[in-house]
């Protein structure tokens, strides 16, 4: 069975900082894995996803992301933080039946 | 593109009463729609995933007689919460997927249902 761990419930950096936020996954075979970001009362919006090839990923709103396999992780990245980036962030990874999410963890930004 | 639209986008009901929320996807057509719960703070637990025509498939633990699902058109999905009580309130998200092995779904911006 697939599943997804992100360690971090709650992380907090300040406007400008770096951020990586963790995600591990189980997953049986070649995972396809994907970020999405949730505002509050709002639905999930992709940031990107990892499908093959290139295992560094670029998304939208200048995240990124690096799949590593040897350590079953798909860490998400930004190199400054934006206090709009303040919001839920979900990893997940998929199968042609469903998605499966990990908790999520939510981010705090300080001015 | 790959907008998915939900309606109503909040709701309240009183205990025993049904509500339906409807799902569309508004500028491709969906082999498969998915619906999720979402409890605050928490993640998006699957409740079920309906096929275009056919029956939908319930995650183990999902009352199907109670949430109903219809899958009526490549482009509609509705759920139907029958007989709500105040432990069904929470977040309602759909999300659509545009063809058949595909692994990519698109969501809709979610319902938020309060039953009194």
């Known amino acids: 069975a697939q599943s997804v761990t992100q360690p971090d419930i709650h992380i907090t950096v300040s406007e400008g900082a770096s951020l990586e936020l963790r995600c591990n996954y189980s997953y049986g075979a070649t995972p396809y894995l994907f970020w999405y970001v949730q505002s509050p009362g709002q639905g999930l919006q992709l940031l990107l996803k990892y499908f093959s090839g290139d295992t560094l990923v670029q998304g939208i709103k200048g995240f990124e992301a690096e799949f590593k396999r040897s350590q079953s992780s798909f860490n998400l990245r930004k190199p400054s933080v934006h206090w709009s980036d303040a919001a839920e962030y979900f990893c997940?990874?998929?199968?042609?039946?469903?998605?499966?999410f990990g908790s999520g963890t939510q981010l705090t930004v300080l001015p | 593109g790959a907008v998915v639209s939900q309606h109503p986008s909040w709701v309240i009901c009183k205990s025993g009463t049904s509500v339906k929320i409807e799902c569309r996807s508004l500028?491709?057509?969906?082999?498969?729609m998915f619906w999720y719960r979402q409890f605050p703070k928490q993640s998006l637990m699957l409740m079920a995933t309906s096929n275009e025509g056919s029956k939908a498939t319930y995650e183990q633990g999902v009352e199907k007689d109670k949430f109903l699902i219809n899958h009526a058109s490549l482009t509609l999905s509705t759920l139907t919460v029958t007989s709500a009580h105040p432990e069904d309130s929470s977040f309602y998200i759909c999300?659509?997927?545009?063809?058949?092995?595909?692994?990519?779904?698109?969501f809709g911006p979610g319902t938020r249902l309060t039953v009194t």
């Open positions: 997940a990874v998929g199968s042609a039946r469903q998605l499966t």
């Open positions: 999300s659509a997927r545009p063809e058949r092995g595909s692994y990519e779904q698109y």
């Open positions: 500028d491709f057509q969906a082999t498969t």
